[in-house]
């Protein structure tokens, strides 16, 4: 499972297919991240919370 920023999606989705991880689970962060303050970057985190978490739980 890994996060990413939204910006990179297309990145992510070349890479798990090069590695043979098309299955593999994702989640995108509203982008941009780099120079998110931390209060932006908590309700970053906040959005994607329960996608994070339905990712790494379901079978």
Same mark, same amino acid.
């Given at each position: 499972?890994? =996060?990413?920023?939204? *910006?990179?999606?297309e +990145?992510?989705?070349? !890479? @798990?297919? @090069?590695?043979?991880? *098309?299955?593999?689970?994702?989640?995108?962060?509203e982008?941009?991240? !780099? #120079? +998110?303050? #931390? #209060?932006?970057?908590? @309700?970053?985190? #906040?959005? =994607?919370?329960d !996608? =994070?978490? @339905? +990712?790494?739980? *379901?079978?």
């Amino acid at each position: 499972m890994s =996060v990413a920023s939204s *910006e990179f999606e297309e +990145a992510a989705l070349t !890479q @798990a297919k @090069a590695l043979g991880l *098309e299955a593999a689970r994702f989640v995108l962060v509203e982008h941009p991240i !780099q #120079d +998110a303050t #931390d #209060d932006e970057m908590r @309700a970053k985190a #906040d959005a =994607v919370v329960d !996608q =994070v978490i @339905a +990712a790494l739980t *379901e079978e």
